[in-house]
């Protein structure tokens, strides 16, 4: 039987994360209230326009800003992030400094990083966790990379420190792309293709066949929606919650829960069907310019 060990690679050379702790704290507290931070802050707002939303609160700091590739389903793509002291933002650039859209916001007291280590071209990474979603993302420089970890880092501990909350522990898998895998990743029979299309088990992440992904499951930390997973994340799922309920209940109660999905139903995660392979870009391509591509304000 194939395994996909080597495929996932990726998210198993996890390496420690050890931060010492930086002069963030006291950055924030120096700016906030200030007119450069709001300025700071209406140019972001202004760079989204109607697309996004207003960012300006009271006490909030942006700390820093810049561009990242960040591991989309189908390929890396490029983003601008921009760090907050409570959220971190990112959108698609439409022109740099100009214009952005697509505006996607989390709340930081539920991010974790986790350090990556360099895999073939996939340089400079590290994982962004949350409970939602979690994804990789890769800097231009060793150097970003650190700074990036190191801000968003020392913001999530202010803020649960302010907070009083525990660190989040549950995160949602991040997705394998597309691109690692050729045939379901649970059956290991089925090839992909227009027909064979693939989908994301919403807990484990693979990428599998329609199916091997024919339930959907409650995951309130994910969704307030029933999401696809594959079988195996499925059966343990149940079992887990039969476990956890304290009463018996019969398996069809629980399936009855969960619902099937409808085998023509279109689904939210659509199909890459066949898309010229795309490589990570390395610096030369995309970070060639004289701009510094984050910067972390002082
Ligand atoms: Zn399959
Ligand atoms: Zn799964």
């Not at 700091?61 to 189908?74: I, N």
């Not at 990474?125 to 939602?132: F, N, P, V």
């Not at 969960?258 to 030369?284: F, L, V």
């Given at each position: 039987m194939v395994t996909h060990s080597q495929r996932l690679d990726w998210c198993a050379v996890v390496v420690g994360i050890s931060l010492a702790e930086g002069p963030v704290n006291k950055m924030v507290d120096r700016l906030i209230n200030t007119d450069i931070n709001t300025q700071r802050i209406t140019a972001v707002e202004h760079c989204f326009?109607?697309?996004?939303?207003?960012?300006?609160?009271?006490?909030?700091?942006?700390?820093g800003e810049g561009l990242l590739t960040k591991a989309c389903r189908k390929k890396p793509k490029h983003r601008m992030f921009f760090l907050f002291n409570d959220i971190l933002v990112y959108g698609t650039v439409i022109i740099l400094k100009k214009k952005y859209t697509n505006q996607q916001i989390i709340p930081l007291e539920d991010v974790t990083v986790e350090d990556l280590m360099d895999d073939g071209c996939l340089k400079n990474q590290w994982l962004i966790k949350t409970s939602r979603k979690s994804f990789r993302v890769c800097a231009a420089t060793l150097l970003e990379k650190e700074d990036w970890m190191k801000h968003i880092d020392s913001c999530v501990k202010q803020l649960l420190e302010k907070t009083g909350r525990r660190p989040s522990t549950e995160h949602a898998a991040p997705w394998i792309p597309d691109k690692m895998t050729e045939i379901c990743m649970r059956c290991t029979e089925r090839k992909f293709n227009t027909l064979i299309r693939r989908h994301h088990c919403r807990k484990c992440g693979f990428v599998v066949c329609h199916s091997c992904s024919k339930h959907k499951f409650l995951m309130p930390k994910m969704s307030s929606k029933p999401l696809r997973v594959c079988t195996l994340c499925y059966n343990r799922l149940v079992e887990e919650k039969n476990e956890g309920s304290t009463s018996e209940r019969k398996a069809d109660e629980i399936t009855g829960l969960n619902m099937m999905i409808a085998s023509n139903e279109e689904d939210s995660d659509k199909s890459s069907d066949e898309e010229r392979q795309e490589q990570w870009p390395g610096p030369d391509q995309f970070f060639s310019t004289d701009l510094p591509w984050s910067s972390f304000h002082a």
């Amino acid at each position: 039987m194939v395994t996909h060990s080597q495929r996932l690679d990726w998210c198993a050379v996890v390496v420690g994360i050890s931060l010492a702790e930086g002069p963030v704290n006291k950055m924030v507290d120096r700016l906030i209230n200030t007119d450069i931070n709001t300025q700071r802050i209406t140019a972001v707002e202004h760079c989204f326009r109607a697309t996004g939303q207003p960012l300006a609160l009271q006490g909030r700091v942006l700390v820093g800003e810049g561009l990242l590739t960040k591991a989309c389903r189908k390929k890396p793509k490029h983003r601008m992030f921009f760090l907050f002291n409570d959220i971190l933002v990112y959108g698609t650039v439409i022109i740099l400094k100009k214009k952005y859209t697509n505006q996607q916001i989390i709340p930081l007291e539920d991010v974790t990083v986790e350090d990556l280590m360099d895999d073939g071209c996939l340089k400079n990474q590290w994982l962004i966790k949350t409970s939602r979603k979690s994804f990789r993302v890769c800097a231009a420089t060793l150097l970003e990379k650190e700074d990036w970890m190191k801000h968003i880092d020392s913001c999530v501990k202010q803020l649960l420190e302010k907070t009083g909350r525990r660190p989040s522990t549950e995160h949602a898998a991040p997705w394998i792309p597309d691109k690692m895998t050729e045939i379901c990743m649970r059956c290991t029979e089925r090839k992909f293709n227009t027909l064979i299309r693939r989908h994301h088990c919403r807990k484990c992440g693979f990428v599998v066949c329609h199916s091997c992904s024919k339930h959907k499951f409650l995951m309130p930390k994910m969704s307030s929606k029933p999401l696809r997973v594959c079988t195996l994340c499925y059966n343990r799922l149940v079992e887990e919650k039969n476990e956890g309920s304290t009463s018996e209940r019969k398996a069809d109660e629980i399936t009855g829960l969960n619902m099937m999905i409808a085998s023509n139903e279109e689904d939210s995660d659509k199909s890459s069907d066949e898309e010229r392979q795309e490589q990570w870009p390395g610096p030369d391509q995309f970070f060639s310019t004289d701009l510094p591509w984050s910067s972390f304000h002082a």
